[in-house]
């Protein structure tokens, strides 16, 4: 079992930063990816970041290319959300979510563990 907690979420004009991290505990003895997936009113949850156990390896949904880091300190179990230049469409729950192995995925069924989610709102 593992238990993710995600803080960092607030309120933000567009253009500004916010830095969200993901505590997890439980199953230190194994391996896993992290993701960051995201869910706006009335809208699907959507894919963000993965990074691999390693943190060798990390991918980025288009929208937000560039623009948000994905970064892991396995000494710390958290995983850290970076996230620059926001726009008032980055509004919506940031959940964080931990699967099983190194592979990174930006398919939410294959994330074992999720978190209950941290609100972002960039006003315009």
């Known amino acids: 079992q593992v238990q993710l907690v995600e803080s960092g979420g607030g309120l933000v004009q567009a253009g500004g930063t916010l830095r969200l991290s993901c505590a997890a505990s439980?199953?230190?003895?194994?391996?896993?990816?992290m993701g960051w997936f995201r869910r706006s009113p009335g809208e699907e949850r959507e894919f963000v970041a993965a990074i691999s156990w390693s943190g060798g390896t990390t991918n980025y949904a288009d929208s937000v290319k560039g623009r948000f880091t994905i970064s892991r300190d396995n000494a710390r179990n958290t995983v850290y959300l970076q996230m620059n230049s926001l726009k008032p469409e980055d509004t919506a729950v940031y959940f964080c979510?931990?699967?099983?192995?190194?592979?990174?995925?930006?398919?939410?069924?294959?994330?074992?563990?999720w978190g209950q989610g941290t609100q972002v709102t960039v006003s315009s």
């Open positions: 979510a931990a699967k099983y192995g190194d592979h990174i995925s930006s398919r939410g069924g294959f994330y074992s563990y």
């Open positions: 439980g199953s230190a003895s194994s391996t896993y990816a």
